[in-house]
C-alpha cells in the first residue's frame, strides 16, 4: 500500500499544507491565513487541517504528521513561536496526538525543516555542508554541516534575525532581534511606505494603500506593476541580505546558500545581481569561491518536504 506524510509549515502569518509520498510527490498543497486570535483558536485550526488531510488519504497508509514550527522546539513537544500570539510553550505534539489519536507526530523548528526539505529535494541536494537563509515573517537560517542539521544546544541555532547590523549598539533590545528589524516582510513594508512618503510619491503611496499592513507580497506586486520607486528600498535590502549572506559564507563555508522565504525568494528573483556584487566584496575570498548563492526553487514547499522527510526518516521504516 502507498504511503504518505501529512506535513504542515505553520509560520506567523499563513500555515501552508500539503500530503507528501515517500518518493516526494506532493499532493493537495493548500495555504490559509493563519487565525491572528492565536492560542486554541489557532490551534484548532491546525487540527482542522491536518484532519482534511487525513481524510484525503485515500488507499494510502498514513505514516505520520510532521510540522514545522516558527520557533523552538523542545524534546518533549513543546513549542515556543514568538510570532503566533499565545504560543508559549505549548505542548503542541500532546496536543495534536489527543485531539487526533495519531503517534507518529514530529515537530521541528522551521530551519531545521527548511534546510532538510532544500536537501531532500531541493537546491541543497548532495551538499554536506549548506545554509538557506530564511526572509519571511521573521529571518532566521537552516544550517546543515557534515551532512547533519544542526539544532544547537537550546535548538535555537541558526537566530540570524538577533544579528547586528553596524557598529553601534541598540540604546534598547530589540524583540524580534537586530536583522529582523530591517529585512523582515513587516520592516520592508513600513521602510517602502515611510521612503514613499519621504520623497511624497502619491503612485507608490496610493498603491501601498491597496496592501494590508505589513504584506510585503503586496510591495513586490506594486513594484512589478510599475511602481519604481519601489526598486530603491528592494535594492538597499538585496544588499543587506548580501552581508548577511557574506558573513554566512565566512563563518560557516558552505557549498551553498539558498535564499528562501517569501522575502528571500522575492528578493532573489529580481536583484540577485545586487545579493551575490555585495557577498563577494565582503565575503572571506576563498570561501566564496567555493559556494553558490542561490534562490529557492522549492518556493513555500521547502519546510513542507523538510517537515514530510523528518517523518519518513523517522516512522517510515
Known sequence: MPEAVVAVDVGGSKIASAVVTRGGVVFNYRVQGIDKRGGLHSMSQLINIIRLHIEELGERDLIGVGVSIPGIVKGDGSVWAPNIRGWRWVNLASFIRGRLGIGNVTLVDDRVANIVGEQWMGEAKGARNAVSLILGTGVAAGLLVDGKPVSGASGVSGA???????????????????LESEVSGPA??????????????EGCLRALSQCSPGDAECVFKAFDNGVSAIGVVLRREASIIG????????????????????????????FMDVVITTASKVAQPYSLRECRITVSKLGYLSNIYGAAKLVIDTHGS
Not at 540570524?160 to 541598540?170: E, S
Not at 517569501?262 to 532573489?268: H, M, T
Open 188 to 201: 520592508l513594508f513600513k521602510k517602502t511606505r515611510r521612503y514613499c512618503l519621504r520623497i511624497r510619491d
Open 243 to 270: 552581508v548577511v549572506v557574506a558573513n554566512i559564507i565566512s563563518i560557516l563555508n558552505p557549498e551553498v546558500v539558498v535564499l528562501g522565504g517569501g522575502l528571500g525568494v522575492e528578493v532573489g528573483r529580481r
Open 160 to 178: 540570524v534575525g538577533w544579528w547586528l547590523l553596524g557598529r553601534n549598539t541598540p540604546r534598547r533590545r530589540s524583540a524580534r532581534g537586530f
